[in-house]
């Protein structure tokens, strides 16, 4: 079993928004896989599940808002049992560029809120990260740049990642290994 987990915040005003690529990129998957999200208030997030090649998924997006999404990430891990080698967090990443995709076994939070809390909550930086890129403004400060919808072109830029997410999904849940999926979908 596994745990494929988009981050973002809830709510209308927050789709679109950099912050949200995580979101973006499950709910690409998710269509492409017909999985319909129900809330969950106990778990604290949308859940929908896909079963690819004999193994079953949760995906998650987590309603907690970005800075507290380890609630609902332990929530799910706890309830249903699942090993940490078998949770893919997907989230932003403001020290890559717009659009790339870089996968990582491990590793610390890098300031991203989101990350600190899911490491608080498991206990671990041992987690699988797929982090797509979304830039950093000179001039805007961070908070109101990763809550800024992106702009059209911008937009442009995010499809194929949001495209190789998918795939890495999709392999991660079929069981290739996690250093193969990188290889193949990590941009260099």
Same mark, same amino acid.
């Given at each position: 079993m596994k745990l494929i987990v988009g981050l973002g915040n809830p709510g209308a005003q927050y789709e679109q928004t950099r912050h949200n690529v995580g979101f973006m990129?499950?709910?690409t998957f998710a269509n492409e896989h017909n999985a319909i999200f129900r809330l969950e208030p106990k778990l604290k997030g949308m859940l929908a599940s896909v079963t690819l090649n004999g193994t079953k998924a949760f995906l998650l997006k987590p309603m907690t808002f970005m800075n507290l999404s380890g609630e609902s990430v332990k929530a799910v891990k706890d309830y249903y049992k699942i090993a940490i080698e078998d949770i893919l967090i +997907?989230?932003?990443? !403001?020290?890559?560029? =717009?659009?790339?995709?870089?996968?990582?076994? $491990?590793?610390?939070?890098?300031?991203?809120?989101?990350?600190k809390n899911i490491i608080a909550h498991l206990g671990t930086e041992e987690y699988k990260r797929i982090k797509i890129g979304i830039g950093r403004s000179e001039?805007?400060?961070? +908070?109101?740049?990763? !809550?800024?919808?992106? =702009?059209?072109?911008?937009?442009?830029?995010? $499809?194929p990642a949001l495209t190789k997410a998918k795939s890495a999904i999709e392999d991660f849940i079929s069981g290739v290994p996690f250093n193969k999926i990188s290889s193949l979908y990590s941009c260099k």
């Open positions: 990129a499950i709910d +997907i989230s932003d990443d !403001l020290d890559s560029h =717009n659009g790339r995709v870089r996968l990582r076994a $491990e590793g610390s939070a890098g300031g991203h809120n989101g990350h001039v805007i400060p961070v +908070i109101d740049w990763v !809550l800024q919808k992106f =702009n059209k072109d911008e937009l442009a830029e995010i $499809e």
